[in-house]
């Protein structure tokens, strides 16, 4: 199935937020960037890198539309706010009895007046709309990267059922080429029953992990396809083997710079920046605005007609928002100290996240460089030696299962280092993967 690019479909995926410096450490990046690109072409029908997916995510998943209309609101709140007020119309009539023939002593006065917010009103609303964008770009953005990082998840996810799919069919047919092997050496008088009925035991043992591979290995599609279309499709991903984490670990050291933009920092500067939004809006409601009023007068009984002009000016001989201040000063207070405590969170999750990460570098790196070669070759010299009847098939059997359970613990490992990748990259914002293909 080839995907084309609508025209009509704009890039959704890069959301900016101007209120948060971006710091050193993300100078490759941008702190919590998402990259989805919908201009790239994509034939789902071959296996697809990550950011073919991301491709696909980018036309058609609802978030980015959603986002959009929320930034749409946010700017409409904008233009609300820099509204003038209407202008009132006022008209009175005096003089006027039921004992008077007709209206001939009676007083008309038509009044149009217009409140003017001359200290600062109306600049503080705008300004304190101007923070809810900010908080409406500020989530957009997270909730972008948090998308991007989902589909990160459930790409390895799929890519690491792949492999236990086929390291599952590989164990199947190596059980089977050794029973195969006991009943020809058990036709020749070579092996012993018992041998054969451990070996289809073994057999059976692994078509059960094959058959639950299988099954893994569908929901895994169907996660991933949930993200771009409501029907699932046999789609395949292609992943490195070996990825090349040397990048990520190097990048490691400048995560902890990355403490005072954090998620949770981020989401706290953009609290207190409304705060003191709404501090300002509350200081200039405090001074009162400026009513003009003009008007016409009629004198029907002395037929005088008159213009009228007027001034009113309300006396602030009571602060009525000094409470509402007093409480919005407490609470800027109160974020200071909350900005410490996950600033020390986030130290404390990075530092722990980056030893996790290491470790299972380094398990990755001995599984590659020892126990899988060291797996290897005892198995093959093993099979020699059981094929040439010097020792029994148990011994044979044991270091088959431990290659096997070493096979999938690499693979096991490869999708936890990911995983943990992206748990770091939650937090941080800092993206510690290079290479998307």
Do not use: C
Request: net charge negative; aromatic share 6%; glycine share 4%.
């Amino acid at each position: 199935m080839r995907v084309t690019v609508p025209s009509i479909i704009p890039l959704l995926g890069f959301v900016a937020v101007s209120l948060v410096p971006v710091t050193a450490v993300a100078s490759d990046y941008d702190l919590f960037e998402a990259p989805f690109d919908s201009t790239r072409y994509v034939d789902s029908d071959q296996p697809m890198s990550l950011s073919e997916v991301l491709t696909l995510v980018a036309r058609a998943n609802p978030t980015f539309r959603a986002l959009d209309l929320r930034r749409t609101a946010a700017q409409h709140q904008l233009d609300q706010a820099g509204l003038w007020l209407n202008p009132q119309f006022e008209s009175e009539f005096e003089n006027i009895s039921w004992d008077a023939r007709g209206f001939e002593e009676s007083e008309m006065t038509l009044m149009l007046s217009q409140e003017f917010q001359i200290f600062g009103q109306r600049g503080a609303r705008r300004q304190r709309a101007q923070a809810g964008i900010d908080a409406v770009s500020l989530d957009a953005r997270l909730s972008a990267f948090d998308l991007f990082l989902d589909v990160k998840s459930r790409f390895h996810a799929l890519a690491h059922a792949q492999r236990r799919a086929v390291l599952a069919d590989s164990s199947v047919g190596l059980a089977k080429g050794i029973q195969d092997n006991i009943t020809y050496r058990l036709e020749k008088g070579a092996a012993l029953q018992s041998e054969l009925l451990l070996a289809r035991l073994e057999w059976q043992r692994v078509q059960l992990a094959a058959d639950a591979a299988a099954q893994d290995l569908v929901a895994s599609r169907v996660g991933l396809t949930a993200l771009w279309s409501s029907i699932s499709t046999d789609v395949t991903v292609r992943a490195a083997e070996e990825p090349d984490l040397s990048w990520a670990t190097h990048r490691l050291a400048a995560l902890t710079q990355a403490i005072d933009s954090s998620r949770s920092a981020l989401t706290l500067q953009s609290q207190a920046q409304i705060i003191r939004a709404e501090h300002q809006l509350g200081a200039a409601q405090a001074r009162p605005g400026i009513t003009l009023s003009g008007g016409y007068r009629r004198l029907q009984e002395l037929g005088i007609n008159s213009l009228v002009f007027g001034l009113s000016l309300p006396l602030p001989l009571f602060d009525r928002n000094q409470g509402t201040r007093a409480s919005l000063d407490a609470q800027l207070h109160s974020l200071e100290y909350e900005k410490l405590r996950v600033q020390l969170e986030a130290s404390a999750s990075i530092r722990a996240g980056a030893a996790v990460l290491t470790q299972l570098i380094h398990r990755h790196d001995v599984l590659d460089s020892t126990l899988l070669p060291t797996a290897d070759e005892a198995y093959t010299t093993l099979q020699q030696a059981y094929n040439a009847g010097r020792l029994p098939y148990t011994n044979l059997l044991a270091v088959e299962r431990a290659l096997i359970e070493l096979r999938f613990e690499h693979n096991d490992v490869l999708l936890a280092i990911h995983n943990q990748v992206i748990a770091l990259e939650r937090i941080s914002g800092v993206r510690l993967q290079r290479d998307f293909e």
